[in-house]
């Protein structure tokens, strides 16, 4: 079906004119799919429609303060939203059974890829929360506490604690309105950013024991292991964060992390600061993204991906420095 | 002196009133203490009073992009304005020359030991650059890119980017008003927050290396060894984030980070959650503080040392938990 796009009033009639949705979050859930999917259910709950979430994967504990508190039992549904999905690959255990019959998307991500029959998209928005609060607004769902929690959380986690540069006033106005309700925003905090398991530290430990310079110290290589991923039963989101690791060293202009996926198997993640183009350093290994951040996969030992990336990373430095680079 | 505390009217009478004005910061300057008096000055050659800054110790390289840009000529002062100092003792190495003649102190230290003529304090602001973005609009002075940008970074780095308890609503207002001016935010965060010299990661790796679990695990204990301090060549503001990890990590209810700052004295950061009381932990020998973060300082060998903190950590768990604990 073609993709129609919808403006913000548009999706408030859809919502004011149907009911009995189901709200789907993306695979791999994280703050901002479950904060906009709970806040969206529970502000259609107040103005008297039916409205439960269904997520592809099991929702992770730390969501427990919102996502417990939502009504939430599945019924017979009648129209479909997707909340922060850009993709319906994202959909994941859910694409069988709701492929094709999303009738209304709410997005952030300039990368949406129109799957769904309305889309409301505003690229402008750090986090799909932000969309989420504007229509709540507009259809005059009350806010209560537990609304306000979820959102903020949407918000929180999509910005890094309104670190990046997806920050807007609009954002800080938005984050404002919601410290009027009671939310525990430092606690929230504390649990998205300031928590770590005992495994995660061990990985961090034993990741930075793996580090690596080269070039003048304008390289660090990280290697996430097969080995250190079994002995501290890490995967998935518990090793994203090594990626930000690579890139905070002072001086270091190309953070590379080489994470083991299978045996002789590497999927490389590259962070890089001006003038160095991360995707041109990926992209000649097969690879591909943004100038600050690319990825690829390369097969081989360790050490032969080692190199390939290396001799990537140095044909980069020369260029972009016009001079030549020796390890 | 007697210290008069005056209202924020009563600051910007004083500031229009009185001209050639000393804006002093306290030692270890941080990033609050900095843009207030950066922005502060630069408001008030806005509205055509002299003023410079002076600060008791070098000023780090980071802050730059703000410092920089202040027109900071030294001339004869008459006036002597503190910003973000809680105590003379932080004025540090200017206490000989300001200490008694202070005329205004601007700060948001609820602990404020009213050292000064007159007094604006406002603790329910998280930063001092909440005081003074609030004085430069009563005053008139005209915030452009620069003065923006100090006053945001002082916000940030008082509120961990905004993760901390000390947030409110004010706060996300004035970082949304900041961000109509020309502030790279998001590079200023990564300066503060995501940067770290190869020498702090090294440290935070030998001091991962130090890691103990007790009771548990409910007990964690770091040890920043001399020989660590020495190896890396980490001191001060850089062992700081450390207290940070010990509390990190899930199940943790007391994580105690032990720093030797002279052969066979150890300085102990205590950081606890509910039900443990850190300033009972820390009281018991000889410390004190709040009951989430407290400290002391303890003599002994580093095993000593830890079997002291141990055992008092041990009686607040049983205290707390009316049960035994064994190691």
């Known amino acids: ?34 904060g906009s999917a709970c806040a969206l259910a529970m502000g259609l709950q107040k103005i008297g429609k039916r409205a439960y979430v269904v997520c592809p994967d ?26 922060d999905i850009a993709d319906e690959a994202l959909l994941g255990s859910l694409k069988d059974e709701f492929g094709g019959k999303v009738n209304l998307c709410i997005d952030h ?3 949406n890829t129109g799957y769904a029959e309305n889309l409301f998209l505003d690229a402008s928005a750090s986090a799909t929360a932000e969309c989420v609060f504007a229509i709540l607004k507009v259809i005059h769902a009350v806010i209560d506490d537990t609304i306000a929690a979820a959102l903020y959380t949407g918000i929180s986690t999509d910005t890094g604690c309104f670190k990046y540069s997806n920050v807007t006033a609009r954002t800080f106005d938005i984050a404002g ?37 080269h070039f003048d110290e304008k390289c660090m290589i990280l290697s996430v292991t097969e080995e250190i991923q079994k002995k501290t039963k890490c995967s998935g989101s518990e090793l994203e964060g090594v ?32 003038p ?35 001799a990537s990373v140095k044909q980069e430095l020369e260029e972009a420095n016009a001079g030549a680079y020796t390890d």
Not at 66 to 82: D, G, S
């Open 1 to 34: 079906m073609a993709c129609k796009k919808i403006s913000l009033l548009q999706t408030a009639r859809f919502l004011k004119r149907n009911d009995h949705f189901v709200i789907l979050t993306h695979a791999s859930p994280d703050g901002d799919t479950l």
């Open 58 to 83: 099991p929702v992770p504990k730390k969501f427990d303060y919102f996502m417990k508190k939502l009504r939430n039992r599945a019924f017979k549904y009648k129209n479909v939203i997707a909340v």
């Open 109 to 111: 991500h300039v990368s």
């Open 177 to 213: 309105r919601l410290f009027a309700y009671n939310i525990n925003a430092a606690e929230i905090n504390r649990i998205m950013f300031d928590t770590k398991s005992k495994n995660r530290l061990e990985m961090e430990k034993l990741v930075l024991d793996t580090a690596e310079f």
């Open 243 to 274: 990626a930000a690791i690579s890139r905070s060293v002072e001086g270091v202009l190309a953070g590379v992390t080489i994470k083991e996926s299978e045996k002789n198997v590497f999927k490389i993640s590259l962070r890089t600061y001006e």
């Open 276 to 310: 160095l183009d991360a995707a041109n350093i990926c992209g000649r290994l097969g690879g591909g993204g943004h100038r600050a951040a690319a990825g690829c996969t390369v097969n081989g030992s360790l050490d032969e991906v080692k190199e390939k990336i290396l």
